[in-house]
């Protein structure tokens, strides 16, 4: 089972990038998967995830309007379009998969939990200002 990251690099402010995870040793298609990062000196968060069940995507709310997560069955891979990017959006970014749903709940809102079985070695996402 693996999952490699690629597509980060250094950007602008307002520029977009593409990130990719191709998935090898398991199907995509049958998990739960998402996308973190992780800022020097923060704590990995949630940006993004789609849930094998029932196909619903959560964003976090920094990154809502601007970051779209899809996967492509036939390629195995999942991706992360990231346009209108910030500085605040620097960090490496990584790919994960989950035969469950790791979601938490917070004030009536859920987002993507990194209880992930499966993890990317991860990508740099630089965004300068």
């Known amino acids: 089972v693996q999952l490699q990251a690629s597509g980060g690099g250094l950007v602008q402010t307002g520029g977009s990038l593409r990130l990719s995870c191709a998935a090898s040793g398991f199907r995509l298609s049958y998990y739960t998967i998402g996308w973190f990062r992780q800022a020097p000196g923060k704590e990995r968060e949630g940006v993004s995830c789609i849930t094998h069940s029932d196909g619903n995507t959560y964003y976090a709310e920094s990154v809502k309007g601007r970051f779209t997560i899809s996967r492509d069955s036939a390629r195995n891979t999942m991706y992360l379009q990231m346009n209108s990017l910030k500085p605040e959006d620097t960090g490496v970014y990584y790919c994960?998969?989950?035969?469950?749903?790791?979601?938490?709940?917070?004030?009536?809102?859920?987002?993507?939990?990194?209880?992930?079985?499966?993890w990317g070695q991860g990508t740099q996402v630089t965004v300068s200002s």
């Open positions: 994960a998969a989950d035969p469950g749903t790791p979601l938490t709940h917070v004030d009536g809102n859920y987002y993507c939990h990194d209880t992930y079985d499966y």
